[in-house]
């Protein structure tokens, strides 16, 4: 992977982090291709090779739908995203596309100022490189832990 | 009346109807442990896995009747076994795994093992070692085998007793519940995938909630704004006759108009929300009858949910007074195409942990359990379609939430109340 391969890999995890817990949520589905797969399972379901998402989406209008949904439909409490990453592994580079891993931990703040520790697991990312941009054409979101506290409203 | 409120232990209830409910069964760790004797190992029927988990002899798999910790196996007969997962000797839990094949189940502590009956099979060092030590000889192997639970299967499902009273699953759902069950689990179940969600709440709340018929097109706006679920839909609610298992189901009916819904000042009238990606909601009319919702529940945790395509089991396993687990199980057919399994894979945004139509049932629990902290001396009440708690042909009723009520009081205080 050249640097600015690399570059572009970051930057692309870094706004990624940043819009969801920024709040900035509406620019989210933009990093994702037209066509493309979010999914939000766990290590059991992974590793059985079943394929159920608590989110799960093929196109980048059903994370619009999400966005969406969690602005108008459904009622949570307010509640804020941290998330921690670390450095992005290379699994296999072709061409224009990128497979990568990394891991992750997001801490869940409530508006009653709760924390907890929400999530742990693994990003598995095929990333599609094109010119000076990087979007993710697919990205499995495996959760260590098959229990989601109360409900998963904003994604991970 | 109140001679048997009183002598059953529990909280007190106001009167001998189900339509006044007292906070105190929510927070009272006393009646947290009356309803483990009376419902959990009383004479009921709970779901512990699906058939289709335990697929050859030497499957077991572990699953809880309350907190109580269960395994079930098929044997080398291809039968179902289920016991407490503690070994005889000294309480351990016996399988550590979730589920896996054994020829027979050993203790790590002791080594102490048992064929897939459950019965004693083995014990370590029973003759000692070099003459010293071991059992004594009036110790009987029979004496010391796993505690056994009946179980029974019913479409697939697997239910366990510990109750010798428990009447044949079929008398125990009723005859329309065991037809609706029939109607969803009608042929081989494929598994999805599972989750599981943590409520901050008491079981006894969640299985209300999904009792609830009167909520769900109030609290949940996605149902409401795409015509998935009105009120002035057609559908109904049918509660058996000891008040604990209900069916709710709903069909689309474009004749009907929803001039009810604008007058009520109901936040979830947004017309103007539409989806960006409509492919979430093609469903397919799988089962010919245009029934787009089912929600189905079996006392004392059970349920079984068909909303369009998205076939989902959820078992309510409590875990404290406060506490409880609701354990996903997501569901299609083996004879589905590729097409088909897509369409459950989006249709399960719908229910869940981050369902669109659903995910406040995860919290609103917990909101009612802060909400009463402190004045659990007072009541809430269901009286929505009346103070009883019969099948009615509309939705906008409590009557299965008060036969939820009806079943537990019976159990509880061993008389049917006033429903």
Redesign the interface.
């Given at each position: 992977m050249n640097e600015q391969t690399r570059n572009l890999i970051e930057n692309l995890m870094a706004e990624y982090v940043s819009r969801i817990d920024n709040d900035d949520l509406e620019r989210w589905p933009d990093l994702f291709t037209d066509k493309c797969l979010y999914s939000?399972?766990?290590r059991?379901?992974h590793a059985?090779g079943?394929?159920?998402?608590?989110?799960?989406?093929?196109?980048k209008?059903?994370l619009?739908?999400?966005v969406?949904?969690l602005r108008?439909?459904?009622?949570?409490?307010e509640q804020v995203y941290r998330h921690i990453g670390d450095a992005v592994r290379l699994i296999t580079l072709d061409n224009d596309i990128v497979t990568v891993q990394s891991n992750f931990m997001v801490v869940r703040t409530m508006h009653t100022g709760d924390i907890h520790l929400f999530a742990t697991g693994m990003y598995l990312d095929r990333i599609r490189i094109q010119g000076d941009t990087a979007l993710f054409e697919e990205r499995i979101v495996v959760c260590d832990s098959?229990?989601?506290?109360?409900?998963?409203?904003i994604p991970l | 009346m109140t001679d048997i409120i009183a002598t059953s232990g529990g909280v007190k209830w106001p009167s001998d109807k189900v339509s006044t409910i007292p906070f105190q069964v929510y927070t009272d760790e006393n009646q947290y442990k009356i309803e483990n004797e009376r419902i959990f190992k009383g004479s009921t029927w709970n779901y512990l896995c699906l058939d289709a988990e335990l697929p050859e002899p030497g499957s077991f798999i572990v699953s809880r009747i309350g907190e109580t910790p269960i395994v079930i196996t098929r044997d080398e007969d291809g039968q179902l076994n289920g016991f407490v997962n503690r070994c005889a000797h000294r309480g351990s839990l016996l399988c550590l795994k979730?589920k896996g094949k054994a020829e027979n189940l050993t203790c790590v502590y002791h080594a102490w093992s048992y064929d897939l009956k459950g019965n004693l099979t083995g014990v370590a060092f029973q003759r000692g070692v070099k003459r010293q030590g071991g059992m004594p000889d009036q110790f009987k192997k029979e004496d010391y085998n796993l505690r056994k639970i009946h179980v029974t299967e019913f479409s697939g499902l697997v239910f366990g007793s510990f109750s010798d009273d428990a009447p044949d699953i079929e008398s125990y759902l009723g005859s329309e519940i065991a037809d609706r069950i029939r109607r969803v689990l009608n042929r081989p179940v494929r598994?999805?995938?599972?989750?599981?969600?943590?409520?901050?709440n008491n079981w006894k709340l969640y299985m209300e909630n999904t009792k609830d018929s009167y909520h769900a097109s109030i609290?949940h706006?996605?149902f409401t704004?795409f015509e998935l679920n009105r009120l002035n839909q057609k559908g109904g609610i049918i509660v058996d006759d000891s008040g604990g298992n209900h069916v709710s189901y709903s069909k689309i009916d474009p004749s009907l108009s929803n001039d009810d819904y604008g007058s009520q000042n109901i936040r979830?009238s947004?017309d103007e929300?539409r989806?960006?990606?409509p492919?979430?909601l093609d469903g397919v009319d799988e089962y010919g009858d245009g029934v787009t919702l089912q929600i189905l529940t079996v006392f004392p945790g059970l349920v079984l949910q068909q909303i369009q395509n998205a076939i989902a089991i959820r078992q309510i396993v409590p875990t404290g007074v406060e506490t409880t687990?609701l354990v996903w199980t997501?569901l299609g057919f083996q004879d589905d195409d590729e097409a088909m399994?897509?369409r459950r894979?989006?249709q399960?945004?719908l229910a869940?942990?981050?369902g669109?139509i659903s995910?406040?049932d995860?919290?609103v629990g917990?909101f009612v359990q802060r909400g009463i902290n402190g004045t659990e001396e007072d009541t809430s009440v269901v009286m929505m379609g009346g103070e009883t708690a019969e099948s009615q042909a509309f939705r906008a009723t409590e009557t299965s939430v008060r036969g939820f009520w009806k079943k537990y009081r019976t159990l509880i205080e061993g008389q049917v109340p006033n429903a």
């Open positions: 939000v399972t766990n059991e379901n059985q079943y394929a159920h998402g608590a989110i799960w989406a093929n196109s209008g059903m619009k739908d999400r969406s949904a108008e439909a459904n009622i949570y409490e098959q229990k989601i506290d109360t409900l998963l409203a | 979730h598994i999805l995938g599972h989750n599981t969600q943590v409520l901050n609290l706006t996605f704004t979830s947004k929300y989806l960006e990606d492919s979430l687990e997501y399994v897509e894979l989006k399960a945004n869940g942990p981050a669109f995910m406040e995860g919290a917990n």
